[in-house]
């Protein structure tokens, strides 16, 4: 029983303790948050006093700062306003000379007013003396002013008619004599710029060979290989009595051409037949057109052309193969090309028109015998086809006569036109009339139907016609030949007779495999 007690009095002491302990530790907690509140006041009244502080010297600065600013607005309008004081008495003092110049105007105006009445008054008294004495004089002489004036007229006509008409005829001539003179000035100066010296065109182009021997080859079995050549370039080969030549004979400078470079490829390859032929013949057409492009980029670079389109530069190279009564087209082209510059700058005409109307005027020469027409129509169209400026081709199209002379550059290239051909040895009439011969015997032949191919040979004594086997038999080439010969001697006029000769040949072709 007394140890019950004595546990019960622990536990009430401990419980005691604690509750104790409790308490004195909260009003430590109160203490403690007391202090610390205490010290978060004071720091806050601390830090309003400071701000309280620095606002009211923001203020201060402000009041100082506008106080400066109101001060400066004063100053600078005080000066503004001394200006404005200055301005308006200076313009006071334009006013006041302005009211004197007025004035002075005014009495000047007023001044020159009864000047110019006074002279007035005097030229109506002038007036009327002059009257006055006419009066007299027509009364004197019985002649009105008009009259008198028609009769002093006629007598001075008369007693000068004579030296008015002889002054007249000398100031005539030796204005003649002057234009003379300076036109043949400036056509020395233009030739003079310019020479080229001038080779007439043949028909003909010798080959030579390097032993006679090579002619049985050219010739082949039966004659062959020489009728297949001939075919196939349209050129006759004649075999003379010259040792170790051949002589190509056409008025086709190109095919011609072609025939001798062909000619050499094969007389090279050693193999002369058919199918070798018709290779060197193919390899060399190729390589004419290579030199026709190369021609008209030199003719373009000898006279300083740049700007031309390709096609155009093609047609002028082809020139190169075409003659104008014996004279090289595109030697001819250039030389008037040079010539229109020359005279152009001679005479402060346009130097870049002329130059290319001049290298263009005969380019309708290229093909104007594959195309129907005359090449000057032929030319025009050529040019507006490519879009040359039409000054280009006002300046061309005179050069014949058939349209009217527009514009300087065309009287330019007219007369250069006619120097280059005119001169001596640049042209040879009958040579040209024997190859428009030919052309047109060949031009006949190639009319009729189922005709392939025609060559003028001989000298234009002979015509061979190969004709397609397909389209014409052999009774028809009979008759072909008949018509074509009978046609020659109603149309054309020539010396001595023309042999017309129609081929037709027949070939069969089949590949082994």
């Given at each position: 029983m007394a140890m019950?007690?004595?546990?019960?009095?622990?536990?009430?002491?401990?419980l005691l303790s604690f509750v104790v302990g409790a308490f004195l530790g909260y009003i430590v907690r109160q203490k403690i948050a007391q202090k610390y509140s205490d010290s978060i006041e004071s720091k806050l009244k601390s830090r309003i006093e400071k701000v309280k502080e620095e606002a009211k010297n923001i203020v201060l600065e402000a009041r100082e700062k506008s106080t400066k600013i109101l001060e400066e607005v004063e100053s600078e309008k005080k000066e503004r306003k001394g200006q404005l004081d200055k301005m308006e008495e200076r313009l006071l003092q334009r006013e006041e000379l302005l009211d004197k110049r007025q004035v002075e105007i005014s009495e000047k105006e007023l001044e020159n007013k009864k000047i110019l009445e006074k002279i007035q008054s005097l030229r109506s008294?002038?007036?009327?003396?002059?009257?006055?004495?006419?009066?007299?004089?027509?009364?004197?002489?019985?002649?009105?002013?008009?009259?008198?004036?028609?009769?002093?007229m006629k007598k001075i006509e008369q007693e000068n008619n004579e030296e008015v008409v002889e002054s007249l005829k000398k100031l005539e001539k030796f204005r003649k004599e002057e234009v003379e003179k300076k036109a043949k000035e400036i056509m020395v100066r233009a030739i003079q710029k310019y020479t080229r010296s001038n080779v007439g065109e043949v028909t003909t182009t010798v080959v030579n060979l390097p032993s006679e021997d090579i002619k049985g080859k050219i010739i082949g079995r039966e004659g062959r290989n020489i009728r297949h050549f001939?075919?196939?370039?349209?050129?006759?080969?004649?075999?003379?009595?010259?040792p170790n030549t051949i002589i190509l004979s056409s008025f086709d400078i190109t095919r011609r051409e072609v025939a001798r470079v062909a000619l050499e490829k094969l007389i090279q390859d050693g193999r002369i037949q058919p199918v070798k032929i018709e290779e060197k013949i193919?390899?060399?057409?190729?390589?004419?057109?290579?030199?026709?492009?190369?021609?008209?980029?030199?003719?373009?670079?000898?006279?300083?052309?740049?700007?031309?389109?390709?096609?155009?530069?093609?047609?002028?190279g082809r020139l190169n193969f075409r003659t104008s009564y014996g004279q090289n087209a595109l030697t001819h082209s250039i030389e008037v090309a040079l010539l229109s510059a020359a005279l152009a700058s001679e005479l402060g005409a346009d130097i870049e028109v002329s130059k290319k109307a001049g290298l263009l005027h005969d380019i309708g020469?290229?093909?104007?015998?594959?195309?129907?027409?005359?090449?000057?129509?032929?030319?025009?169209?050529?040019?507006?086809?490519?879009?040359?400026?039409?000054?280009?081709?006002?300046?061309?199209?005179?050069?014949?006569?058939?349209?009217?002379?527009e514009t300087v550059e065309a009287a330019i290239v007219n007369a250069a036109d006619a120097i280059s051909?005119?001169?001596?040895?640049?042209?040879?009439?009958?040579?040209?009339?024997?190859?428009?011969?030919?052309?047109n015997l060949?031009?006949?032949?190639?009319?009729?139907?189922?005709?392939?191919?025609?060559?003028?040979?001989?000298?234009?004594?002979?015509?061979?016609?190969?004709?397609?086997?397909?389209?014409?038999?052999?009774?028809?080439?009979?008759?072909?030949?008949?018509?074509?010969?009978?046609?020659?001697?109603?149309?054309?006029?020539?010396?001595?007779?023309?042999?017309?000769?129609?081929?037709?040949?027949?070939?069969?072709?089949?590949?082994?495999?």
């Open positions: 019950f007690n004595i546990s019960d009095v622990s536990i009430g002491a401990i008294e002038l007036e009327k003396i002059q009257k006055s004495e006419l009066d007299s004089l027509e009364k004197i002489a019985k002649l009105s002013q008009k009259e008198a004036k028609e009769e002093l001939e075919k196939l370039s349209g050129v006759e080969l004649i075999m003379d009595d010259s193919t390899e060399a057409q190729t390589e004419i057109r290579e030199r026709i492009k190369t021609a008209g980029e030199d003719a373009l670079y000898e006279v300083g052309i740049l700007d031309l389109p390709q096609e155009l530069v093609y047609l002028l020469k290229a093909v104007d015998q594959e195309i129907e027409g005359t090449h000057l129509e032929l030319g025009r169209r050529i040019l507006a086809k490519y879009n040359l400026p039409e000054e280009i081709i006002k300046a061309m199209q005179s050069h014949h006569d058939t349209y009217p002379v051909a005119s001169r001596p040895g640049a042209r040879k009439d009958s040579v040209e009339a024997y190859l428009k011969r030919l052309a060949e031009e006949i032949a190639s009319s009729y139907e189922g005709v392939e191919k025609v060559y003028a040979v001989s000298a234009g004594r002979e015509i061979r016609v190969f004709v397609r086997p397909n389209k014409i038999d052999d009774l028809g080439a009979i008759k072909l030949a008949k018509n074509i010969a009978k046609r020659l001697e109603e149309t054309l006029k020539y010396p001595g007779e023309v042999k017309v000769t129609v081929i037709r040949e027949t070939r069969a072709i089949e590949i082994a495999r």
